[in-house]
């Protein structure tokens, strides 16, 4: 039975719509999970369950995102991939614009799901559960910024490995690996900035908590302003972690044309003088027949 075709639209809102889906599913795996490690005091969670969520919500949300277009879910990869792997830049606003939207949305939600618990132990609004939503620095802006940027590094550093490993059929298995790979930044890197890595999702995320009541949003719990930090941070850690990629890794790898083992010979080319190798094709010249092919014949 063939699948009726498409509605016709172009690739770019295509692109978009899997942006948009894609980072609503991360956005409302991820604060979901930390808002119930928060309204239960630690009993239904801690920091491994929350950071479990926020690997489940990125798995998914790339595999959504993934049936209409690339899957980025995360403006710093989105610019990365601008800059080292030739994405248009026309789409790169557009794509940006589309993560944040659907980052915002699902935070939305998450407010909305759990409001009733937010404002039982944290009637007031305050930094106390505002890390359901958006970053905070625990031990500084400076060491804040730092971690950000290196963050930020080893998830493209290693993400553009992955897209170059496994090609084919293997790439059903990217969004799975790149999983893996915020676990262990989350695991390693979590404690001194949250972790965001991701400017659609800490920015999106606090504005729908600005809107919603956290008047101190913008900035830590003694007024320094901080949402500015998440952006930029992981946007010097995108470009630098894809910089040294294609400085340490990719300009030394082996083309795939060279690197391929050549194929056994067969009787045929043996006979002719060659191994059947595509790379060197099998010319007249190389054909080579035996002395008694003729008396063969005629008889």
Known sequence: MS???GPSVSPLTRELVGEFAGTFILIVFGTASVAQMVVSGGDAGDWATLTWGWVAGLIMGIYV???????????????AMAVYRNLPWRSVVPYIGAQFLGAFLAALVTRGVYNSGI???DPGLTTASQ???????NHG?????????????LLVFVLFALIAT?????GQLLPLMVGLLLL?????WGTNAGYAINPARDFGPRLAQWLTGYDGAWGTADGTPYWWLPIVAPIIGALIGGGLYVLIIERLEVPAELDSPAPAPTPESAEAGVNADPRHPVTAADVVVPANSSKEANR
């Not at 496994?166 to 293997?170: I, M, S, T």
């Open 3 to 5: 699948r009726p075709a």
């Open 166 to 170: 496994l090609q084919g059929a293997a």
């Open 184 to 188: 262990g930044i989350g695991f390693a």
């Open 131 to 137: 890390t359901i939503f958006s970053t905070l620095p």
């Open 119 to 121: 404002v039982e132990v």
């Open 141 to 153: 802006i400076g060491t804040a910024f730092f971690d950000q940027v290196v963050g930020t590094a």
């Open 65 to 79: 995102a993934g049936r209409l277009g690339a899957g980025h879910l995360n403006p710093a990869v989105t610019i």
